[in-house]
């Protein structure tokens, strides 16, 4: 079975600094997808980025991007220039090809320093 | 910008009860999905939904569970007769043709069974 592992219960970064949140998962699969899901206090989960594994080059959506090792079985998701709005329950999430669920990791609870 | 909705946002029950919870996707979606999350745990995928027939289920998802699309825009999910760890907090998602790898999630139904 899938499984999704965020070691980091809680993080926290100064506004305008770098912090990355750390997901390993465990597959036998070779095709899959990566998500890095966001939930906002009271508020709904909202996809931040994924990877395809079949893809080499790590994902980027503005500040946010992805170190995706695929050997390593590492998917580690990194915000630049941190805002307060970046203040949230973020969740890494596993999905193999084909199939319709995804399997997530506990989540890595974000706070922003002003 | 279109959001899945999600009705009530918190119900207390009985243990013994039927409790449905209540979710209108976004309106031309086509794929449905419940899960769940036990204060502390992760989030765990309870059964997908296509074409008015569940396409996958979890080995939680048993009979005391069902799902339905009754009108063309609302998705249920019932519970027959709750039990004390029933009480979580129920996610509905669905994903539409121009994002098959983008599952939108509603903001939860928190279920506190008594």
């Known amino acids: 079975a899938q499984t999704v592992t965020q070691s980091q219960p809680e993080m926290s970064v100064q506004e305008a600094e770098t912090v990355t949140l750390s997901c390993t998962y465990d597959?036998?699969?070779?095709?899959?997808?990566l998500f890095w899901y966001k939930q906002p206090p009271s508020r709904q989960m909202i996809l931040v980025i994924r990877?395809?594994?079949?893809?080499?080059q790590n994902a980027t959506e503005n500040r946010f991007s992805v170190n995706f090792q695929k050997a390593a079985k590492s998917f580690s998701l990194k915000i630049s220039d941190s805002q307060l709005g970046d203040a949230a329950m973020y969740f890494c999430?596993?999905?193999?090809?084909?199939?319709?669920?995804?399997?997530f990791g506990q989540g890595t609870r974000l706070t922003i320093n002003p | 910008e279109p959001e899945v909705t999600q009705t009530p946002s918190h119900q207390v029950t009985q243990m013994g009860q039927e409790v449905i919870l209540r979710c209108v996707p976004i309106s031309n979606h086509l794929y449905f999905y419940w899960y769940r999350q036990i204060l502390g745990q992760k989030v765990e995928f309870l059964v997908s939904f296509y074409n008015n027939e569940i396409s996958e289920k979890s080995e939680i998802f048993d009979d005391q569970f069902s799902v339905e699309r009754p009108d063309g825009s609302n998705f249920t999910l019932k519970i027959r007769s709750t039990k004390l760890e029933d009480s979580a907090m129920y996610f509905c998602a669905s994903i539409g043709p121009e994002s098959y790898n983008e599952q939108f999630f509603g903001p939860g139904t928190r279920l506190t069974v008594l």
């Open positions: 597959t036998s699969e070779s095709d899959y997808y």
């Open positions: 990877q395809e594994a079949y893809k080499q």
């Open positions: 999430a596993y999905r193999r090809a084909g199939a319709q669920k995804l399997v």
